[in-house]
T-cell receptor, first 115, second 111 residues
Framework: DTEVTQTPKHLVMGMTNKKSLKCEQH?????MYWYKQKAKKPPELMFV???????INESVPSRFSPECPNSSLLNLHLHALQPEDSALYLC??????????????FGNGTRLTVT | EDQVTQSPEALRLQEGESSSLNCSYT??????LFWYRQDPGKGPEFLFT???AGEEKEKERLKATLTKKESFLHITAPKPEDSATYLC????????????FGAGTTVTVRA
């Protein structure tokens, strides 16, 4: 079991649906991340929150909308997705709020399928 | 731009047959090199951080080493439960949060 919890584990949604992915950590980490991983590829960074503020947006389309309600929670709101957005969405956290020299701790991801 | 190349792409081992995975990197200034293990359908699991050339870290049957251009992950007397994809990532001085990942090495250990 990991210390970063993601829900749901699996999600199937149509292109007109709105859904949200949730992530929670109770390690007191100050930075939280969203990554996208396609099959047999490494994770790709999407967003970083540091001290609950958005620090990095890797030019992600606006159909993905992140939210950090507090230091332990991270959400990813999904709307009008495309089939090519189907992937494993990983949440991670790091102890350092500056993201320097601090290993990432990943959750087990949400497997998203867009139909 | 920081770059990471891992080799081989896939490695099939017999139980007990030791081997090494390679991670070559180019980075403007290395802040840290990270090794992760990923099982199918799960998130990467953190293994090691290495910061400077000459550094070594060990955990059970795994040992990671670092030079100025590459890192090795040595697997000693592997067991079937060591089967996984091993990912290497670097953080350069120009990136506060972003890691550059290699494509990974998929290790299969047969009993």
């Amino acid at each position: 079991d990991t210390e970063v919890t993601q829900t749901p584990k699996h999600l199937v949604m149509g292109m007109t649906n709105k859904k949200s992915l949730k992530c929670e950590q109770h390690m007191g980490h100050r930075a939280m991340y969203w990554y996208k991983q396609k099959a047999k590829k490494p994770p790709e960074l999407m967003f970083v929150y540091s001290y609950e503020k958005l620090s990095i947006n890797e030019s992600v389309p606006s159909r993905f909308s992140p939210e950090c309600p507090n230091s332990s929670l991270l959400n990813l709101h999904l709307h009008a997705l495309q089939p090519e957005d189907s992937a494993l969405y990983l949440c991670a956290s790091s102890q350092s709020g500056t993201g320097v020299n601090s290993p990432l701790h990943f959750g087990n991801g949400t497997r998203l399928t867009v139909t | 731009e920081d770059q990471v190349t891992q080799s081989p792409e896939a490695l099939r081992l017999q139980e007990g047959e030791s081997s090494s995975l390679n991670c070559s990197y180019t980075v403007s200034g290395l802040r840290g090199l990270f090794w992760y293990r990923q099982d199918p359908g799960k998130g990467p699991e953190f293994l090691f951080t290495l910061y400077s050339a000459g550094e070594e870290k060990e955990k059970e049957r795994l040992k990671a080493t670092l030079t100025k251009k590459e890192s090795f992950l040595h697997i000693t007397a592997p067991k079937p439960e060591d089967s996984a994809t091993y990912l290497c990532a670097v953080q350069g001085v120009s990136n506060d949060y972003k890691l550059s990942f290699g494509a990974g090495t998929t290790v299969t250990v047969r009993a």
